[in-house]
């Protein structure tokens, strides 16, 4: 389990949340730090877990996707082997842009990009009905999002 985070690691993370471009001279300036003390939180902030990565943020939309399908998988063998091969599979297919491995009747809800409805039906014939173990596929299609994954709520400063 990583340290508990205080208010200046939270202030980082908040800010880096909303702007990963921000140099350390500018997150140091937001937590009253100068740059070396505030470089080394960072780095900290790295090596413990709490963050992951740094990445930008690419609109669907513009790049030619029309749809975005839930696809809800029931897999006809629970065995380690074939869920193995499964997700490694998955890892491998860009426009399958999240998994999750769920309860209740399915196994596992894929959030997939599509260019089309077209399209769509084409990828989940040749591609998602082939996924070893596949036995049942079921789509649902966002006619918008709402709300999507923007940030991670921080829980409060442990003193």
Known sequence: M???LDRTDLILLSALQANARLTISELAEQVSLTTS??????KALEEQGYITGYQATLSPKALGYGVTAFVSIMMDSH???VAQ???QRLAEIPEIIACHHISGRYDFLLEV???DLESFGEFAREVLQ??????????SFSFKAVKQRDKVPLPQARK
């Open 2 to 4: 990583p340290p508990p």
């Open 37 to 42: 003390p505030c470089w080394r939180r960072v």
């Open 79 to 81: 065995g380690k082997d």
């Open 85 to 87: 091969a499964f997700e």
């Open 113 to 115: 990009l599509a260019t």
């Open 130 to 139: 082939r996924l070893p173990g596949v036995k049942e596929i079921y789509s």
